[in-house]
C-alpha cells in the first residue's frame, strides 16, 4: 500500500509501505477515508520529536481518522465488512495497573497510532486495528466527523474533569482544534460565557461565531488587563490549549482564588514554569489532561445528534497525495488554518 513516511525534519513523502493483515482474532481491516492533521503529528514533522518520544525515520504519523471496514477477524462481533466507522488510535493493555483502575489513557503499555516506539499512524490507505478501537457511525456522518471524534473526545474529557459548566465563566487560552474542541461540549454542557485568545484573527472570529463573549490576540491587546475588568471577580476555570508559557502566566491571573487550570496543550519545552505567588495566594488546582478515556462514543453522539456543530473545525482539504501542502500549511500556521483535513 501508499504511506505518507517522515522521513526527515520537514520531510513527507509518499512510499511503498507494507499492507497491514488480520493478525489477532479481534482485528479489523480499515480502508481510510479521512485522516486529520493534527498539532503532535507537526510537532513530529517541525522537531522530529514530542519529549522522550524521538521519530526514527522513515516512520507514518497520523491519529485522527475515520474509515470503512473492509474486513474483520472470525472472533469480531460487532463490525461486519462495509461499515463506516470512527477510529480511537490508543490501545490500552487492558490488564495493568492503570487500565485496571479505569486509566486506559494512562496505561503502562498503550500503543498509540503515530506515535514514535509504539505503532504507525494511519497516514496509509489502509489500518488494521482492535474491533474496541472501531466505533460505528450513522450514514448521515461523514468521515471528516468520524476524525474530528478523536480531537473533540480530548474536549469532552478535559471539560468533564474539570468543574460543573453551568453558569461557569471559562477561559481558553489557544483556539486552536483542541481550543474548539473543548468549547464546543463545554457550551453543550451549559456553560455561556468563554473568554478565547489565540495569534490568529480568523480562529477568533470562529471563536465569536460559536458563541465566545470576547476574543483577544495577546499580541495586541492586554488580554489579562481586559479580562479581569470586564470580569473583575475572575474566571472559574481555564483550559490552556497551546502549550505556551505565557499562556500560563495569563491563565494564573486571571483565575479567581480557588479557581482551575487544565492544562491540554503540548509544549515543545521540557520545562514550564509557574508563579507560585499565584499558586499559593489563589489555592489555584492543575489538572494535566492525557487525552481521553471513555469520550470517544460521547463526542460521536454530540455531533450526530446535532447537540454541536464542529463543522467549522475543517478549514482546508486536501488529497492525500499533498499531505505534505497540509503538514506545511498547519506548520507554519498559513491562511487562518484551524483543521486541515487528508481526504482518500
Given at each position: 500500500?501508499?504511506?505518507?513516511?517522515?522521513?526527515?525534519?520537514?520531510?513527507?513523502?509518499?512510499?511503498?509501505?507494507?499492507?497491514?493483515?488480520?493478525?489477532?482474532?479481534?482485528?479489523?481491516?480499515?480502508?481510510?477515508?479521512?485522516?486529520?492533521?493534527?498539532?503532535?503529528?507537526?510537532?513530529?514533522?517541525?522537531?522530529?520529536?514530542?519529549?522522550?518520544?524521538?521519530?526514527?525515520?522513515?516512520?507514518?504519523?497520523?491519529?485522527?481518522?475515520?474509515?470503512?471496514?473492509?474486513?474483520?477477524?472470525?472472533?469480531?462481533?460487532?463490525?461486519?465488512?462495509?461499515d463506516?466507522?470512527?477510529?480511537?488510535?490508543?490501545?490500552?493493555?487492558?490488564?495493568?495497573?492503570?487500565?485496571?483502575?479505569g486509566?486506559?489513557?494512562?496505561?503502562?503499555?498503550?500503543?498509540?497510532?503515530?506515535?514514535?516506539?509504539?505503532?504507525?499512524?494511519?497516514?496509509?490507505?489502509?489500518?488494521?486495528?482492535?474491533?474496541?478501537?472501531?466505533?460505528?457511525?450513522?450514514?448521515?456522518?461523514?468521515?471528516?466527523?468520524?476524525?474530528?471524534?478523536?480531537?473533540l473526545?480530548?474536549?469532552?474529557?478535559?471539560?468533564?474533569?474539570?468543574i460543573?459548566?453551568?453558569?461557569?465563566?471559562?477561559?481558553?487560552?489557544?483556539?486552536?482544534?483542541?481550543?474548539?474542541?473543548?468549547?464546543?461540549?463545554?457550551?453543550a454542557?451549559?456553560?455561556?460565557?468563554?473568554?478565547v485568545?489565540?495569534?490568529?484573527?480568523?480562529?477568533?472570529?470562529?471563536?465569536?461565531?460559536?458563541?465566545?463573549?470576547?476574543?483577544?490576540?495577546?499580541?495586541?491587546?492586554?488580554?489579562?488587563?481586559?479580562?479581569?475588568?470586564?470580569?473583575?471577580?475572575?474566571?472559574?476555570?481555564?483550559?490552556?490549549?497551546?502549550?505556551?508559557?505565557?499562556?500560563?502566566?495569563?491563565?494564573?491571573?486571571?483565575?479567581?482564588?480557588?479557581?482551575?487550570?487544565?492544562?491540554?496543550?503540548?509544549?515543545?519545552?521540557?520545562?514550564?514554569?509557574?508563579?507560585?505567588?499565584?499558586?499559593?495566594?489563589?489555592?489555584?488546582?492543575?489538572?494535566?489532561?492525557?487525552?481521553?478515556?471513555?469520550?470517544?462514543?460521547?463526542?460521536?453522539?454530540?455531533i450526530?445528534?446535532?447537540?454541536?456543530?464542529?463543522?467549522?473545525?475543517?478549514?482546508?482539504?486536501y488529497?492525500?497525495?499533498?499531505?505534505?501542502?497540509?503538514?506545511?500549511?498547519?506548520?507554519?500556521?498559513?491562511?487562518?488554518?484551524m483543521?486541515?483535513?487528508?481526504?482518500?
Amino acid at each position: 500500500m501508499k504511506a505518507m513516511v517522515l522521513t526527515g525534519i520537514r520531510q513527507l513523502d509518499m512510499m511503498d509501505w507494507p499492507d497491514p493483515r488480520i493478525v489477532h482474532e479481534n482485528d479489523v481491516l480499515i480502508r481510510l477515508e479521512s485522516v486529520g492533521v493534527c498539532g503532535s503529528d507537526i510537532h513530529y514533522y517541525t522537531t522530529g520529536r514530542i519529549g522522550s518520544q524521538v521519530v526514527r525515520f522513515p516512520y507514518p504519523v497520523g491519529h485522527e481518522s475515520g474509515g470503512t471496514v473492509v474486513e474483520v477477524g472470525r472472533n469480531v462481533k460487532k463490525i461486519k465488512q462495509g461499515d463506516r466507522i470512527a477510529i480511537e488510535p490508543a490501545i490500552s493493555c487492558g490488564h495493568c495497573d492503570q487500565c485496571t483502575s479505569g486509566r486506559p489513557n494512562t496505561c503502562r503499555n498503550i500503543n498509540f497510532l503515530g506515535c514514535p516506539g509504539q505503532i504507525d499512524g494511519c497516514l496509509t490507505e489502509y489500518l488494521v486495528m482492535p474491533e474496541e478501537n472501531c466505533f460505528l457511525i450513522p450514514d448521515h456522518m461523514s468521515f471528516a466527523e468520524a476524525a474530528l471524534s478523536e480531537p473533540l473526545a480530548i474536549g469532552v474529557y478535559a471539560v468533564q474533569q474539570s468543574i460543573s459548566m453551568k453558569n461557569a465563566k471559562v477561559g481558553i487560552l489557544g483556539f486552536g482544534p483542541i481550543g474548539m474542541s473543548v468549547m464546543l461540549p463545554a457550551m453543550a454542557y451549559g456553560a455561556e460565557i468563554f473568554y478565547v485568545t489565540d495569534k490568529i484573527t480568523d480562529r477568533l472570529i470562529i471563536a465569536k461565531d460559536l458563541g465566545a463573549s470576547w476574543a483577544g490576540n495577546p499580541d495586541e491587546v492586554d488580554v489579562v488587563g481586559k479580562i479581569n475588568e470586564i470580569e473583575p471577580m475572575q474566571l472559574d476555570v481555564v483550559f490552556e490549549c497551546c502549550g505556551q508559557q505565557d499562556a500560563i502566566d495569563n491563565a494564573l491571573e486571571i483565575l479567581k482564588p480557588g479557581g482551575k487550570l487544565m492544562l491540554i496543550g503540548i509544549p515543545e519545552v521540557e520545562k514550564l514554569c509557574f508563579n507560585m505567588d499565584y499558586m499559593r495566594r489563589k489555592e489555584i488546582s492543575i489538572v494535566n489532561v492525557r487525552r481521553q478515556k471513555h469520550c470517544v462514543q460521547e463526542a460521536l453522539d454530540l455531533i450526530a445528534d446535532g447537540r454541536i456543530d464542529i463543522s467549522k473545525m475543517v478549514t482546508h482539504n486536501y488529497s492525500f497525495e499533498d499531505t505534505k501542502i497540509a503538514f506545511d500549511l498547519v506548520g507554519g500556521y498559513k491562511d487562518g488554518v484551524m483543521k486541515a483535513m487528508i481526504n482518500f
